[in-house]
């Protein structure tokens, strides 16, 4: 039914608009008594075989719902219902913020992808946690966290630092975002120096509290190989638990919508069907090059269970979607499941 009733009427609106009209219908009849039950029992797959114990936290299973879709924890109950493992709430920051101006978000159907600037948009930690306070659901919830953009680079840490200490009791485990390219500066903690020194002190933070929670790091399709040493190396140095692998891509050579047509669109970061073979690509390099050392969490352009399945052969221990949520639909969830289930079962 999504593909040939509800998501030609999306299609219609501008994607954000069908975002926060997607979020109201299901905040709306998710939590009707008689549709929460058909919700649960459409989209339920539930198997010891799908199972997985990960950075310490056990997942009922390993498909994830990536940061982006619900940035400020509105619907995490309501989501759980459709089977997914766990959910990435934010990129949130310590401050509210609007974000970069309209439209920031488009939508590429020859590529089954889409474009983004939306720039850390998100009312700040602090509403978020209180969202969190009232959550029913047990799924497990990461919470990935920025920095303001009226924030220096040099006061960076200060940032990631609060966000830390407000999140702390109310998820499960935190991703470091330096990897949107739509915050300005903010790739620039990437480089080696910046981000040890960055994750040093967010896991030290981390390391002081009664329950210590898992720490990942958030990176970037577009860094080289040298920049992928790097991190294998920070990775081991700060002790962090693991990699989230990756981001959207600033390049544009791999899409085949017509020029004009996305330099029309201007910056952002892509993300969807084409960046399936880089963010595999990069998964099995760090995997390879770490020795399978530490866990990694794979995303980027995940459409089906044979996608979810490269990820996880590549190196991957869980995976991720969002795009292919918005063209595919919910009912992937489930049948990336299945699809797992019969790949375990062999």
Known sequence: MYKSLIKPLLFLKNPESAHHTTFDLIHLTFNLPVASSIVRSTFALDDPKLEREVFGLKFKNPVGLAAGLDKDAKLIDELAMLGFGFIEIGTLTPKPQEGNPLPRLFRLPQDKSLINRMGFNNGGVLAAVERLKKRK???????????????????????????????????????????????PNLRDLQE???????????????????????????????????????????????????????NTTIDRSVLTTPKGEVEAIGAGGV????????????????????????????????????????KLEAGASLVQVYSGMIYEGPSLIKKIKKGLLAYFSR
């Open 192 to 246: 080696k120096e910046p981000l040890k020194q960055l994750l040093s002190a967010v896991k030290s933070a981390n390391d002081q509290k009664a329950k210590p929670k898992p720490i990942l790091l958030k990176i970037a399709p577009d860094l080289t190989d040298g920049q992928l040493d790097d991190i294998v190396e920070i990775v081991r140095e700060t002790g962090i638990a693991g990699v989230i692998a990756t």
């Open 137 to 183: 659901s047990d799924v497990i919830v990461g919470g990935n966290i920025g920095k303001n953009k009226v924030t220096p680079n040099e006061n960076a840490v200060d940032d990631y630092l609060y966000c830390l200490e407000a999140l702390h009791p109310y998820v499960d485990y935190f991703v470091v975002n330096v990897s949107s390219p739509n915050t």
């Open 271 to 310: 993300s969807g069907k084409v960046l399936a073979k880089r963010s595999t690509e990069v998964i099995r390099y760090l995997h390879q090059k770490s020795g399978g050392e530490f866990p990694i969490v794979g995303v980027g352009g995940i459409f089906s269970p044979e996608d979810a399945i490269e």
